[in-house]
Antibody
């Protein structure tokens, strides 16, 4: 069955960097667009970034553009999120999600359990 | 950016009752709307996409309707496991993909 396992979260000081990983199994990873979605404590869901299945295109939320970089290694079935210049408002649980393309865009079909990133001095 | 709103913020219902949740988009998203369920401490789960298509394994008591800017998620007879937060998400105009703020369904 589809499994997505995030790792790499933790406590980091403002301005520092962190890299998240998402290990995928149970499906052909190279066949799917992959997303990062985050959820601040007690808040709703916010889409962060999308990378196409072949890595040829990436899209970002304005709140992270220029600071975060999504990437993937299809040979390792792994998605990454490089987070630089972190801010307190980046504190959240970060989920990776397998995209499902339907008619005009992507929805989020399968989700990992998430990894918590806390930005605090 | 398309803004998605949901109402009510909280819906209090009893087991066995019908629950109706609303979602509105700031401009037409055609039928490109999904619904998710999230229980405390868990990841969201896809319920409905294309406004009305149930995802694999989702019970028939969950149904979605609407198009354009107005959408509804109906739970025909609430079970104890259905008490959760429900989010809608549009995927017609992107980026960004945008979610509503959620509706909490509680007892």
């Amino acid at each position: 069955q589809v499994q997505l396992v995030e790792s790499g979260g933790g406590v980091v000081q403002p301005g520092r960097s962190l890299r998240l990983s998402c290990a995928a199994s149970g499906f052909t990873f190279s066949g799917y667009g992959m997303h990062w979605v985050r959820q601040a404590p007690g808040k709703g869901l916010e889409w962060v970034a999308l990378m196409w299945n072949d890595g040829s295109k990436q899209y970002y939320a304005d709140s992270v553009k220029g600071r975060f970089t999504i990437s993937r290694d299809n040979s390792k079935n792994t998605l990454y999120l490089q987070m630089d210049t972190l801010r307190a408002e980046d504190t959240a649980v970060y989920y990776c999600a397998r995209g499902l393309y339907d008619s005009s865009g992507y929805l989020f079909h399968y989700w990992g359990q998430g990894t918590l990133v806390t930005v605090s001095s | 950016e398309i803004v998605v709103t949901q109402s009510p913020a909280t819906l209090s219902v009893s087991p066995g009752e019908r629950a109706t949740l609303s979602c509105r988009a700031s401009q037409s998203v055609s039928s490109s709307l999904a619904w998710y369920q999230q229980k405390p401490g868990q990841a969201p789960r896809l319920l409905i996409y294309g406004a009305s298509t149930r995802a694999t394994g989702i019970p028939a008591r969950f149904s979605g309707s609407g198009s354009g800017t107005e959408f509804t998620l109906t739970i025909s007879s609430l079970q104890s496991e259905d008490f959760a937060v429900y989010y809608c998400q549009q995927y017609n105009n992107w980026p960004p993909f945008t979610f509503g703020p959620g509706t909490k369904v509680d007892i």
